[in-house]
């Protein structure tokens, strides 16, 4: 057996495969950089300060439930193939924001406890 390796170092010398390895490391590198400066700026593009979606939900393949901030009023929506519509108007004081992380610490039976809890006091 040949060892490939062993032939073109001892043939051309070290210079050529440490130049061709920091080739393609400089691209891979100009490849990552170009992928995060794409992602800032179609993410500057897109920001809004004034519409925030709050929470989606998705009910089938096309189907959904969001919830939006527009200003300082809340709207439940359901979006589908035909287009989009709003359910409800929601009052912001009566939404209670649960980090995500939070949700998995809680037992279900306490979560049950709680919205059991809310329900009667209403």
Same mark, same amino acid.
Do not use: C, H
């Given at each position: 057996?040949?060892?490939?390796?062993?032939?073109?170092a001892s043939r051309?010398?070290?210079?050529?495969?440490?130049?061709?390895?920091?080739?393609?490391?400089?691209?891979?590198?100009?490849?990552?950089?170009?992928?995060?400066?794409?992602? !800032?700026? =179609?993410?500057?593009?897109t920001g809004s300060?004034?519409?925030?979606? +709050?929470?989606? /939900?998705?009910?089938? &393949?096309?189907?959904?439930?969001?919830?939006?901030?527009?200003?300082? !009023?809340? =709207?439940?929506?359901?979006?589908?193939?035909?287009?989009?519509?709003? +359910?409800?108007? /929601?009052d912001g004081t &009566?939404?209670?924001?649960?980090?995500?992380?939070?949700?998995?610490?809680?037992?279900?039976?306490?979560?049950?406890?709680?919205?059991?809890?809310?329900?009667?006091?209403?």
């Open positions: 057996m040949i060892n490939y390796s062993a032939v073109v051309f010398g070290i210079a050529p495969v440490v130049m061709y390895v920091l080739a393609v490391i400089a691209v891979i590198a100009l490849a990552y950089l170009t992928t995060i400066a794409v992602a !800032k700026l =179609y993410n500057k593009g300060t004034n519409i925030k979606i +709050i929470e989606r /939900v998705n009910i089938a &393949t096309d189907k959904s439930l969001w919830l939006i901030s527009l200003g300082e !009023k809340y =709207y439940f929506l359901y979006t589908d193939r035909n287009g989009l519509s709003k +359910i409800d108007e /929601v &009566t939404l209670t924001f649960v980090e995500r992380g939070e949700v998995k610490n809680q037992l279900f039976v306490n979560l049950l406890k709680n919205k059991l809890k809310r329900s009667a006091d209403d």
